[in-house]
């Protein structure tokens, strides 16, 4: 990452060549459109082009940061989009995050069994029913922990419970080190 910071192009193809399919998957994982997804890995190429620098390896592997920067700019991606639906179609206030939440679950599933290796989805699967929600909406639907208080009609406080202790489990699952933030061997 050091030599992709200071613009050394084999350093960035040997990064695209390893992470271009994570990148991909993810977005179309997330988006489900093919020209979509294409698009969106195209930005976060420019993105990671750009942002290089930013890499912290005492904080991060760069597999993590690379998909966490998918992530975020996919999500972005799906914010917008939802935004413009609403803007351009003149419904009343509120009606595109209906659109989002009657579609948030099969989209979040989706980009589960997509992205997600065996076993991080066997690990979700052994969460109880509500951590996995929560955390599937945030990680995957791109909800805000208010917005899922709301869809899952719980407080606040609850929610931010059920992802603390999803997350704490998952971690133990899947035997993460979290000082490196790499998975070690099950």
């Known amino acids: 990452m050091a030599q992709v910071a200071i613009g050394d192009h084999a350093a960035f193809e ?11 998957s993810i977005a179309l994982g997330m988006l489900k459109d093919r020209g979509r997804a294409e698009d969106a890995a ?16 005492q904080r991060s592997s760069v597999a993590t940061w690379v998909t966490t920067l998918t992530h975020r700019h996919v999500i972005d991606l799906i914010r917008r989009a939802n ?12 009606d595109e995050i209906a659109g989002r939440l009657a579609g948030a679950a099969d989209t979040a599933h989706d980009a589960v ?22 955390i599937e909406l945030a990680y995957f639907g791109g909800f805000s922990q208010s917005e899922i208080a709301t869809k899952m009609g719980k407080p606040l406080g609850t929610v931010k419970t059920y992802m603390f202790q ?11 080190d979290v000082t490196s933030n790499n998975p070690t061997a099950r």
């Open 42 to 57: 195209q930005d976060v190429w420019v993105k990671l082009w750009n942002a290089a620098g930013s890499f912290d390896g």
């Open 113 to 134: 069994v997509s992205v997600m290796g065996d076993d991080a989805r066997r690990a979700l699967a052994e969460l109880p029913p509500q951590q996995a929600e929560a």
């Open 83 to 94: 935004v413009r639906v609403g803007d351009r179609t003149n419904h009343e206030p509120g």
């Open 14 to 24: 040997a990064l695209y060549d390893e992470f271009a399919d994570l990148v991909f």
């Open 166 to 176: 999803g997350m704490r489990t998952l971690r133990d699952l899947l035997d993460v």
